[in-house]
């Protein structure tokens, strides 16, 4: 028989240390989290504001071209500068936002309502199914998801939802491999065994007893994968591939200023490059802290 000296000899050094994530480590995060968290607010701020500004006059018509005089440099009149096409740089960054944000978001919303459903099921009835959708997403996510996006929309052609669906498709497996896997490991659990006992339905256990235990890392997902679509969006209107002509777009924007650039012309490039790069870092950092907040031992398990 064992003694208590014993177990305690036993126990402290082995699992106590990786069970409970360093103060200073969640501290740090959370801190992460709220810078992310400030700057996505911001953005999300300046993209509602933006038309209310263009209303009280305060910032120009973005789509108003030849208004202002080229290539001006920034000035009280011009906060950002003025462009080749005649637009004002600061207008047109301000409802860049406005774009971004409504087609990433479209585009995760997408991917999110395709793809837990989808992993649900999967894993949920197993069998042929499984192993069908399974071997389709992992066929997807082994393709560049910029690549891919950038094919569908050279097919799908310009606007708002068809970039939001050529972004989309790269996403869903992610949320279907996280959803499936998570439903594999559940649906053998005590409480899904006693539900089935008593006769519910697989719609009924999918959807009261299974939804809410598996969709608790779909808000990390959502936020990363955000930050991502921004940067696929940015170079889709690089290449051509994103918004119609004249939408105030980031990744269009950069585009026209890429000629410029090179004969000392930087505002027409900085201020785009700057938003989308901020953009970026905030929805990275509140995904990256959520993530250590919601899952804190995840950190500790992928260096062990």
Known sequence: MSTPSSQSSVVPGASAPSAVPHPESISVSRRLMWIGAVITVAFVGVAIAAPLFQQWGLIQDPLESLANPIHQPPSPEHWFGTSRQGYDVFARTLFGTQAALRVVLLATAISVFIGVPLGMVSGYIAGPLDRTL?????????????????????????GVLNAAIALSIAYVPQYYRVIRNHTVSLKTELFIEAAQAMGASTWTVLSRYLFLNVVQSVPVLFTLNAADAVL???????????????TPEWGQDLRFALDPLTTGIWWTALFPGLALTLLVVGLSLFGEGLNEWINPLSRKDNVR
């Open 134 to 158: 399974l071997f389709l997403m992992d066929s997807i996510y082994t393709m560049p998801g910029f690549l891919l996006s950038a094919t569908l929309a050279f097919v799908v052609g310009r």
């Open 232 to 246: 696929i969006l940015g170079g889709l209107g690089f290449l051509g591939l994103g918004l119609p002509d004249q």
